[in-house]
Protein backbone atom coordinates (compact mmCIF):
# COMPACT_ATOMS: atom_id res chain seq x y z
CA UNK A 1 0.00 0.00 0.00
CA UNK A 2 1.66 3.67 -1.17
CA UNK A 3 1.87 6.14 0.97
CA UNK A 4 1.63 6.70 4.85
CA UNK A 5 -0.82 4.78 7.44
CA UNK A 6 -2.34 7.01 10.46
CA UNK A 7 -2.61 4.96 13.78
CA UNK A 8 -5.06 7.44 16.19
CA UNK A 9 -4.13 6.71 19.50
CA UNK A 10 -0.87 5.26 18.63
CA UNK A 11 1.13 6.39 21.34
CA UNK A 12 -1.31 3.83 23.79
CA UNK A 13 -0.46 0.50 24.66
CA UNK A 14 -1.84 -1.47 21.88
CA UNK A 15 -1.33 1.45 19.77
CA UNK A 16 2.37 1.49 19.99
CA UNK A 17 2.62 -1.94 18.97
CA UNK A 18 0.39 -1.76 16.24
CA UNK A 19 2.97 1.70 14.85
CA UNK A 20 5.94 -0.85 15.77
CA UNK A 21 4.62 -3.53 13.39
CA UNK A 22 3.68 -1.49 10.90
CA UNK A 23 7.17 0.07 10.78
CA UNK A 24 8.48 -3.42 10.50
CA UNK A 25 6.56 -4.49 7.73
CA UNK A 26 7.56 -1.68 5.50
CA UNK A 27 4.68 0.89 6.15
CA UNK A 28 5.35 4.35 7.47
CA UNK A 29 3.01 5.25 10.23
CA UNK A 30 2.30 8.30 11.25
CA UNK A 31 0.76 9.17 15.54
CA UNK A 32 -1.95 10.86 16.25
CA UNK A 33 -2.67 10.73 19.93
CA UNK A 34 -3.95 13.39 22.73
CA UNK A 35 -1.82 11.61 25.55
CA UNK A 36 -4.99 12.04 27.50
CA UNK A 37 -4.38 8.29 28.49
CA UNK A 38 -0.27 7.80 27.01
CA UNK A 39 2.71 9.21 27.37
CA UNK A 40 5.06 11.54 25.15
CA UNK A 41 8.48 9.71 25.72
CA UNK A 42 7.27 6.15 24.27
CA UNK A 43 8.17 8.11 21.04
CA UNK A 44 11.76 7.76 20.78
CA UNK A 45 11.29 4.20 21.42
CA UNK A 46 8.58 3.75 18.88
CA UNK A 47 11.46 5.14 16.79
CA UNK A 48 13.88 2.69 17.50
CA UNK A 49 11.68 -0.29 17.10
CA UNK A 50 10.72 0.89 14.03
CA UNK A 51 13.75 1.81 12.52
CA UNK A 52 12.49 4.99 11.29
CA UNK A 53 11.67 8.54 12.23
CA UNK A 54 7.59 8.58 12.83
CA UNK A 55 5.60 11.92 12.66
CA UNK A 56 3.40 12.99 15.29
CA UNK A 57 0.64 15.19 15.58
CA UNK A 58 -0.78 15.81 19.19
CA UNK A 59 -4.57 16.33 18.54
CA UNK A 60 -7.99 15.10 19.44
CA UNK A 61 -9.68 13.11 17.18
CA UNK A 62 -12.51 14.83 17.85
CA UNK A 63 -10.51 17.56 16.33
CA UNK A 64 -11.69 18.28 12.87
CA UNK A 65 -9.42 20.95 12.30
CA UNK A 66 -6.04 19.31 13.29
CA UNK A 67 -7.73 15.82 11.66
CA UNK A 68 -8.33 18.00 8.20
CA UNK A 69 -4.40 19.66 8.56
CA UNK A 70 -3.37 15.77 8.97
CA UNK A 71 -4.83 14.45 6.01
CA UNK A 72 -3.32 18.03 4.01
CA UNK A 73 0.15 17.46 4.97
CA UNK A 74 0.59 14.06 5.03
CA UNK A 75 -0.01 11.27 2.23
CA UNK A 76 -2.44 8.66 3.86
CA UNK A 77 -3.62 5.83 2.31
CA UNK A 78 -5.19 4.06 5.65
CA UNK A 79 -6.04 4.72 9.38
CA UNK A 80 -6.20 2.29 11.78
CA UNK A 81 -7.96 4.00 14.55
CA UNK A 82 -7.16 3.06 17.93
CA UNK A 83 -8.29 6.24 19.66
CA UNK A 84 -11.03 5.83 22.25
CA UNK A 85 -11.90 5.26 25.74
CA UNK A 86 -12.12 1.90 26.91
CA UNK A 87 -12.56 1.29 30.65
CA UNK A 88 -15.60 -0.28 31.68
CA UNK A 89 -16.08 1.04 35.02
CA UNK A 90 -15.18 4.82 34.54
CA UNK A 91 -17.88 4.21 30.77
CA UNK A 92 -20.77 3.70 33.49
CA UNK A 93 -20.08 6.56 35.29
CA UNK A 94 -18.72 9.14 32.40
CA UNK A 95 -21.03 7.90 29.63
CA UNK A 96 -21.62 11.66 28.21
CA UNK A 97 -17.30 11.42 27.30
CA UNK A 98 -17.77 8.03 26.26
CA UNK A 99 -20.11 8.32 23.64
CA UNK A 100 -18.80 12.16 23.13
CA UNK A 101 -14.85 10.25 22.22
CA UNK A 102 -15.94 6.77 21.15
CA UNK A 103 -18.40 7.40 18.77
CA UNK A 104 -18.45 11.29 17.80
CA UNK A 105 -14.16 10.71 17.52
CA UNK A 106 -14.62 7.86 14.75
CA UNK A 107 -17.57 10.37 12.73
CA UNK A 108 -15.59 13.56 12.55
CA UNK A 109 -12.32 11.01 11.65
CA UNK A 110 -14.55 9.82 9.04
CA UNK A 111 -16.42 12.66 7.88
CA UNK A 112 -12.25 14.04 7.09
CA UNK A 113 -11.34 10.77 5.73
CA UNK A 114 -14.27 11.46 2.92
CA UNK A 115 -12.97 14.62 2.65
CA UNK A 116 -9.71 13.75 1.70
CA UNK A 117 -10.25 10.73 -0.45
CA UNK A 118 -8.91 8.24 2.05
CA UNK A 119 -11.09 4.86 2.08
CA UNK A 120 -9.33 2.27 4.17
CA UNK A 121 -9.95 1.87 7.83
CA UNK A 122 -9.00 -0.84 10.14
CA UNK A 123 -10.79 0.08 13.57
CA UNK A 124 -10.36 -1.26 17.09
CA UNK A 125 -13.80 -2.62 18.53
CA UNK A 126 -14.01 -4.89 21.48
CA UNK A 127 -15.71 -8.84 22.48
CA UNK A 128 -17.49 -6.78 24.96
CA UNK A 129 -19.98 -6.05 21.61
CA UNK A 130 -21.16 -9.27 22.00
CA UNK A 131 -22.37 -9.02 26.35
CA UNK A 132 -23.37 -12.56 27.67
CA UNK A 133 -22.31 -15.91 25.29
CA UNK A 134 -24.93 -18.26 23.80
CA UNK A 135 -22.07 -20.38 22.50
CA UNK A 136 -17.96 -21.00 22.35
CA UNK A 137 -15.95 -20.20 21.13
CA UNK A 138 -17.93 -16.76 20.13
CA UNK A 139 -18.24 -16.43 16.35
CA UNK A 140 -18.94 -13.38 14.41
CA UNK A 141 -22.29 -14.09 14.06
CA UNK A 142 -23.33 -14.08 17.76
CA UNK A 143 -25.85 -11.41 19.03
CA UNK A 144 -24.64 -8.17 20.20
CA UNK A 145 -25.78 -7.50 23.53
CA UNK A 146 -23.51 -5.04 25.03
CA UNK A 147 -24.19 -4.75 29.25
CA UNK A 148 -21.71 -1.56 29.37
CA UNK A 149 -21.90 2.08 28.38
CA UNK A 150 -18.27 1.01 26.62
CA UNK A 151 -19.59 -2.31 25.06
CA UNK A 152 -22.80 -0.31 23.82
CA UNK A 153 -20.43 3.05 22.15
CA UNK A 154 -18.22 0.01 20.11
CA UNK A 155 -21.38 -1.50 19.15
CA UNK A 156 -22.78 1.57 18.08
CA UNK A 157 -19.65 2.85 15.96
CA UNK A 158 -19.57 -0.66 14.12
CA UNK A 159 -22.96 0.00 13.05
CA UNK A 160 -22.05 3.25 11.54
CA UNK A 161 -19.04 1.78 9.95
CA UNK A 162 -21.10 -0.61 8.57
CA UNK A 163 -23.42 2.29 7.24
CA UNK A 164 -20.74 3.77 5.41
CA UNK A 165 -19.77 0.74 3.32
CA UNK A 166 -23.60 -0.10 2.79
CA UNK A 167 -23.58 4.16 1.46
CA UNK A 168 -20.54 4.23 -0.69
CA UNK A 169 -19.08 1.13 -2.08
CA UNK A 170 -15.29 3.30 -2.14
CA UNK A 171 -15.11 2.72 1.90
CA UNK A 172 -13.30 -0.68 2.54
CA UNK A 173 -13.01 -0.75 6.87
CA UNK A 174 -12.38 -3.93 8.89
CA UNK A 175 -13.76 -4.08 12.49
CA UNK A 176 -11.75 -6.28 14.28
CA UNK A 177 -13.05 -7.53 18.00
CA UNK A 178 -10.80 -7.76 20.24
CA UNK A 179 -10.46 -10.22 23.17
CA UNK A 180 -7.98 -10.02 26.22
CA UNK A 181 -5.02 -8.17 25.06
CA UNK A 182 -2.09 -8.45 27.25
CA UNK A 183 1.52 -8.75 27.22
CA UNK A 184 4.53 -6.41 26.50
CA UNK A 185 6.67 -5.80 22.94
CA UNK A 186 9.62 -8.52 23.77
CA UNK A 187 12.06 -5.86 23.76
CA UNK A 188 10.83 -4.46 27.20
CA UNK A 189 10.60 -1.05 25.55
CA UNK A 190 6.91 -0.52 25.07
CA UNK A 191 4.15 -2.39 27.13
CA UNK A 192 1.35 -1.51 29.02
CA UNK A 193 1.88 1.59 31.47
CA UNK A 194 -2.02 2.31 33.27
CA UNK A 195 -1.68 5.26 35.06
CA UNK A 196 -3.87 4.24 37.39
CA UNK A 197 -4.25 1.14 39.31
CA UNK A 198 -4.66 -1.40 36.50
CA UNK A 199 -8.03 -3.36 36.15
CA UNK A 200 -6.44 -5.74 33.81
CA UNK A 201 -5.40 -9.03 34.99
CA UNK A 202 -1.93 -9.13 33.60
CA UNK A 203 -0.52 -5.54 34.45
CA UNK A 204 -2.26 -6.06 37.83
CA UNK A 205 -0.48 -9.63 38.65
CA UNK A 206 2.92 -7.64 37.47
CA UNK A 207 2.38 -4.70 39.81
CA UNK A 208 2.06 -6.94 42.60
CA UNK A 209 5.07 -9.33 42.23
CA UNK A 210 6.85 -6.36 42.47
CA UNK A 211 5.53 -5.22 45.13
CA UNK A 212 3.22 -2.77 44.28
CA UNK A 213 -0.20 -3.47 44.90
CA UNK A 214 -0.47 -6.25 47.85
CA UNK A 215 -2.89 -8.99 46.44
CA UNK A 216 -5.01 -10.20 43.95
CA UNK A 217 -8.80 -10.02 44.22
CA UNK A 218 -9.95 -13.37 42.25
CA UNK A 219 -13.87 -12.98 41.35
CA UNK A 220 -16.08 -16.31 42.25
CA UNK A 221 -14.39 -19.26 43.12
CA UNK A 222 -17.74 -21.13 41.64
CA UNK A 223 -17.88 -20.82 38.48
CA UNK A 224 -18.42 -23.96 36.42
CA UNK A 225 -14.65 -24.15 34.86
CA UNK A 226 -12.42 -26.81 35.67
CA UNK A 227 -10.69 -24.79 38.62
CA UNK A 228 -14.09 -22.61 39.82
CA UNK A 229 -12.23 -19.64 38.08
CA UNK A 230 -13.11 -17.35 35.11
CA UNK A 231 -11.93 -18.55 31.88
CA UNK A 232 -10.75 -15.66 29.21
CA UNK A 233 -8.91 -15.61 25.98
CA UNK A 234 -5.87 -13.94 26.61
CA UNK A 235 -3.79 -12.66 22.96
CA UNK A 236 -0.58 -11.48 22.77
CA UNK A 237 -0.29 -7.93 22.01
CA UNK A 238 2.28 -8.81 19.57
CA UNK A 239 -0.33 -10.76 17.82
CA UNK A 240 -2.97 -8.24 18.25
CA UNK A 241 -0.31 -5.73 16.14
CA UNK A 242 0.14 -7.99 13.83
CA UNK A 243 -3.48 -8.50 13.15
CA UNK A 244 -3.94 -5.40 11.57
CA UNK A 245 -0.91 -4.96 9.34
CA UNK A 246 -2.80 -8.00 7.78
CA UNK A 247 -5.74 -6.40 8.05
CA UNK A 248 -4.59 -3.26 5.72
CA UNK A 249 -3.11 -5.94 3.99
CA UNK A 250 -6.38 -7.58 3.60
CA UNK A 251 -8.38 -3.68 2.51
CA UNK A 252 -5.66 -3.60 -0.27
CA UNK A 253 -7.84 -6.35 -2.28
CA UNK A 254 -11.18 -5.97 -0.69
CA UNK A 255 -13.55 -3.55 -0.60
CA UNK A 256 -16.87 -3.61 1.81
CA UNK A 257 -16.90 -3.99 5.44
CA UNK A 258 -15.67 -6.91 7.51
CA UNK A 259 -16.11 -7.75 11.25
CA UNK A 260 -13.42 -10.16 12.78
CA UNK A 261 -12.47 -11.10 15.83
CA UNK A 262 -8.80 -11.42 16.65
CA UNK A 263 -8.00 -13.89 19.80
CA UNK A 264 -6.25 -17.27 20.95
CA UNK A 265 -9.51 -19.92 19.73
CA UNK A 266 -9.03 -20.95 23.78
CA UNK A 267 -9.43 -19.64 27.20
CA UNK A 268 -7.42 -19.36 30.57
CA UNK A 269 -8.97 -19.44 34.38
CA UNK A 270 -8.21 -16.39 36.63
CA UNK A 271 -5.42 -19.56 38.44
CA UNK A 272 -3.87 -20.90 35.00
CA UNK A 273 -2.76 -17.07 34.26
CA UNK A 274 -1.93 -16.78 37.84
CA UNK A 275 0.90 -20.12 37.55
CA UNK A 276 2.15 -19.15 34.94
CA UNK A 277 2.71 -15.68 36.03
CA UNK A 278 4.09 -17.02 38.71
CA UNK A 279 6.19 -19.13 36.74
CA UNK A 280 7.47 -16.14 34.73
CA UNK A 281 8.50 -14.14 37.93
CA UNK A 282 9.74 -17.01 40.52
CA UNK A 283 7.17 -15.64 42.75
CA UNK A 284 4.01 -16.56 44.75
CA UNK A 285 1.39 -13.81 43.72
CA UNK A 286 -0.93 -13.09 47.06
CA UNK A 287 -5.00 -13.89 46.34
CA UNK A 288 -7.57 -14.11 48.14
CA UNK A 289 -11.00 -15.17 46.77
CA UNK A 290 -14.13 -12.32 46.72
CA UNK A 291 -17.60 -12.53 45.28
CA UNK A 292 -18.66 -12.79 41.80
CA UNK A 293 -19.20 -9.62 39.83
CA UNK A 294 -22.14 -8.70 38.43
CA UNK A 295 -22.05 -9.54 34.78
CA UNK A 296 -19.45 -11.20 34.63
CA UNK A 297 -19.46 -14.72 32.86
CA UNK A 298 -18.14 -18.25 33.66
CA UNK A 299 -15.82 -18.43 29.97
CA UNK A 300 -15.60 -16.17 26.98
CA UNK A 301 -13.21 -17.02 24.25
CA UNK A 302 -13.11 -16.65 20.39
CA UNK A 303 -13.58 -18.31 17.49
CA UNK A 304 -10.92 -16.68 15.50
CA UNK A 305 -11.36 -18.75 12.65
CA UNK A 306 -12.77 -16.09 9.87
CA UNK A 307 -9.18 -14.21 10.84
CA UNK A 308 -7.41 -17.06 10.04
CA UNK A 309 -9.24 -17.73 6.96
CA UNK A 310 -9.15 -14.35 5.03
CA UNK A 311 -6.12 -12.66 6.60
CA UNK A 312 -3.62 -15.58 6.90
CA UNK A 313 -3.73 -14.89 10.42
CA UNK A 314 -3.31 -16.81 13.65
CA UNK A 315 -2.05 -15.93 17.24
CA UNK A 316 0.85 -17.55 17.43
CA UNK A 317 2.35 -16.65 21.19
CA UNK A 318 1.22 -18.30 23.87
CA UNK A 319 0.65 -17.92 27.55
CA UNK A 320 3.68 -18.40 29.22
CA UNK A 321 5.15 -15.80 26.34
CA UNK A 322 2.37 -13.38 27.43
CA UNK A 323 3.84 -13.63 31.02
CA UNK A 324 7.27 -13.35 30.89
CA UNK A 325 7.01 -10.88 28.42
CA UNK A 326 4.64 -8.47 30.80
CA UNK A 327 7.66 -9.33 33.43
CA UNK A 328 9.92 -8.37 31.66
CA UNK A 329 8.44 -5.01 31.29
CA UNK A 330 7.98 -4.76 34.41
CA UNK A 331 11.22 -5.54 35.17
CA UNK A 332 12.46 -2.66 33.00
CA UNK A 333 10.39 0.03 35.07
CA UNK A 334 7.32 -0.91 33.55
CA UNK A 335 6.70 2.98 32.98
CA UNK A 336 7.33 5.39 30.21
Given at each position: ???????????G????????????????????????????????????????P?????A??????A??R???D???????HCA??K????????????W??????T?????I??E??????????????Y???D??????T?P?????V????K????????????A?????????????????HP???I?????????N????L?R?A???????AI???DW??????????????????????????F?????G??????????????L??V??????????????????????????Y???SA????L???????????????????Q?????
Amino acid sequence: MDGAILVTGGAGYIGSHIVVALAQAGHTPIVLDDFSNSALDVMPRLEALGGRPIPLIVADVRDMVALRRTFHDHPIAGVVHCAGLKSVGEGEERPLAYWDVNVGGTIALAEIMGEAGVARLVFSSSATVYGQPDVLPVPETAPLRPQSVYGRTKRTAEDFLRDLTRANPNWRIAILRYFNPAGAHPSARIGEAPTARPQNLVPLLCRIAAGEAPQLAIYGSDWPTSDGTGVRDYLHVQDLAEGHVAALGFLSENAGAVTLNLGMGRGSSVLEVVHAFERACGRRIARVFAARRPGDVARYYADPSAANRLLGWRASRDLATICADAWRWQQAGGRY
